[in-house]
């Protein structure tokens, strides 16, 4: 058994001022090492195991110290959002350039080059793969984004909060899921879809976010109508 520091400061001086406390501790079956002379241990936990969750804990509760914010705040916003949780996740990693497109692997040595392996002209952050890209901004346009402050945001953690908190935000979030996955068939599958199919199952994701988030702003329910409208108009 490992004690902390200080424990075995308090457990020595005890030992060695009262022989009925030496009795009294040793028949609790705590034992020295007597190879040891100090000993550390987990203090994040109380039985002195280090877990994940203690872990986790501890550098919570260090974040402040060393880079004076407020870390956990920071992404509070993308937990709070009316999604499913693997929208949320995918979110929190665009936020954090966590996605692995080519530009990420690059950076760490993992991809020979950063270009868009679709069209070949820009590197492949987040923002060009799944907005910029040729393949992917066809997408945005085929469901109705064409305002050109949405296409041209160039910080990826604005454009992702802005549009996952505005107006929009289940169709948004619906077509950066969609425009995602759509790379990862075309790099990976080598497969490509129709625009028609990635607006279905853009439109049927929307529907869904609908039906299962029903404390949803009124101008949500009204701009799915009008998608709908405006899809059957299209078929
Ligand atoms: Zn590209």
Not at 47 to 74: D, E
Not at 142 to 171: A, C, M, Q, R
């Amino acid at each position: 058994m490992m004690f902390s520091l200080q424990v075995v400061h308090i457990l020595r001086f005890v030992l060695s001022s009262s022989p009925e406390a030496s009795k009294f501790i040793n028949n609790k079956n705590i034992k020295f090492n007597p190879s040891l002379e100090y000993a550390f241990n987990w203090a994040s936990n109380k039985n002195g195991v280090c877990t994940t969750k203690s872990g986790y804990a501890w550098l919570l509760s260090h974040a402040n110290m060393v880079t004076n914010a407020q870390p956990s705040a920071t992404w509070s916003w993308i937990w709070k959002l009316k999604l499913p949780k693997k929208l949320k996740f995918l979110f929190w990693l665009v936020c954090q350039n966590f996605v692995p497109t080519l530009f990420s692997l690059n950076n760490k040595n993992m991809a020979y080059s950063a270009l868009c392996s679709r069209c070949g002209l820009e590197d492949e952050n987040f923002l060009h793969c799944a907005l910029d890209c040729n393949f992917s901004k066809s997408i945005w346009h085929h469901v109705g984004f064409h305002d050109e402050n949405f296409i041209l945001d160039t910080k990826v953690s604005h454009w992702s909060k802005e549009g996952s908190l505005g107006n929009l935000s289940f169709i948004f979030a619906a077509t950066v899921w969609w425009a995602w996955c759509h790379r990862n068939l075309m790099c990976l599958n080598n497969k490509t879809w129709t625009l028609i199919r990635l607006s279905y199952n853009i439109h049927n994701m929307v529907d869904s976010f609908n039906l299962c988030f029903k404390n949803n702003s009124q101008i949500d329910q009204v701009d799915i109508t009008s998608y709908r409208r405006r899809r059957k108009l299209s078929q």
